[in-house]
């Protein structure tokens, strides 16, 4: 890839979208596999840019790493379905279009979401995301973990619990939420170029782990601050809830001063790779500037 941070980012995502309409191309054509598609339709394909980003610093090219990418583009379209569905967020606005449940119905939404899941491993399991059957298998176990028990799954549920709990969470108790909610799968993005490169995935793991933090205040602070129409969501439904959210607990200005000091830590992260990694850089800033 070539150019600055906005023309790596669209065609990263062009690709992406590209690996995944053939990876669904020829499925049969039932109101699941239509959700699918939907489901992956638009969005900042942020975390695809990630992988394939990373894998370029580890002298892996996009075509090479887009079957990664479109993996974890496709496991976080699930978690966005199932996240919309009635007995969790019950959302009907999603990337500016009906969330799947709302357009057919909840059955279609949880087996489009089952199917996007799988559709994930699918991916990494197949010989064209890596030569190597150890550097599949490595990608496959380490998003097993990111989206699971002790990642993603962890972190919703936490966040569930949270909505009855006794008592508002802690500061620290939100950072944990967090980590798994939104930052397991942010984290096996960052990390995850390094393992196709077979290198070091500490440095890009240190910058996936700010980032993510900083990508969950933005959040919050959209949440508040943030314009409906632009986000392609609805707002306002943690104050709405009562939940404790980190503008609540630090302030709009608090907030934004702990997601800018986040954003210099994942640069910070980068020195090993020096301006070869400026297109992250740019990436961690637009985290926290971004409108939607």
Same mark, same amino acid.
């Given at each position: 890839m070539s150019g600055g941070f906005p023309a790596r980012l669209a065609e990263s995502a062009a690709a992406v979208q590209g690996r995944l309409d053939t990876a669904m191309a020829g499925l049969a054509e039932v109101p699941a596999?239509?959700?699918?598609?939907?489901?992956?339709?638009? +969005?900042?394909?942020?975390?695809?840019?990630?992988?394939?980003?990373?894998?370029? !610093?580890?002298?892996?090219? !996009?075509?090479?790493?887009v079957t990664a990418a479109a993996a974890i583009e496709a496991l976080h379209a699930y978690s966005l379905v199932h996240d919309d569905l009635p007995c969790m967020d019950d959302d009907a606005l999603r990337r500016g279009q009906p969330t799947v449940h709302v357009k057919w119905d909840e059955a279609t939404a949880v087996l489009a979401?089952?199917?996007?899941?799988?559709?994930?491993f699918s991916l990494l399991s197949d010989p064209s995301c890596h030569a190597d059957p150890a550097v599949r298998l490595d990608l496959v176990a380490s998003l097993a973990m990111a989206a699971g028990a002790e990642g993603m799954v962890l972190g919703q549920a936490l966040d569930?619990?949270?909505?009855?709990?006794?008592?508002?969470?802690?500061?620290?108790?939100?950072?944990?939420?967090?980590? +798994?909610k939104t930052g397991a799968?942010?984290?096996?993005? +960052?990390?995850?170029g390094a393992r196709l490169g077979r290198g070091d995935v500490t440095p890009l793991g240190r910058y996936a782990t700010a980032l993510g933090l900083a990508f969950q205040i933005a959040d919050d602070l959209l949440d508040v601050t943030g314009d409906a129409a632009a986000a392609g969501k609805a707002l306002g439904k943690d104050a709405a809830a009562g939940?404790?959210?980190?503008?609540?607990?630090?302030g709009v200005d608090g907030a934004r001063a702990r997601a800018h000091a !986040?954003?210099?830590?994942?640069?910070?992260?980068?020195?090993?790779? +020096?301006?070869?990694?400026?297109?992250?850089?740019?990436?961690?800033?637009?985290?926290?500037?971004r409108d939607r």
């Open positions: 596999v239509q959700g699918m598609r939907w489901a992956c339709n638009g +969005g900042k394909r942020l975390r695809g840019f990630l992988v394939t980003e990373g894998a370029a !610093l580890h002298g892996v090219g !996009l075509a090479d790493a979401g089952d199917a996007l899941q799988t559709l994930a569930i619990a949270a909505e009855t709990a006794a008592a508002p969470l802690t500061l620290d108790e939100i950072i944990a939420l967090q980590a +798994g799968l942010i984290r096996w993005s +960052g990390e995850a939940k404790a959210t980190f503008v609540s607990l630090l !986040l954003v210099e830590e994942a640069c910070d992260a980068l020195a090993p790779y +020096g301006g070869a990694a400026e297109a992250l850089r740019d990436c961690a800033r637009y985290v926290v500037e």
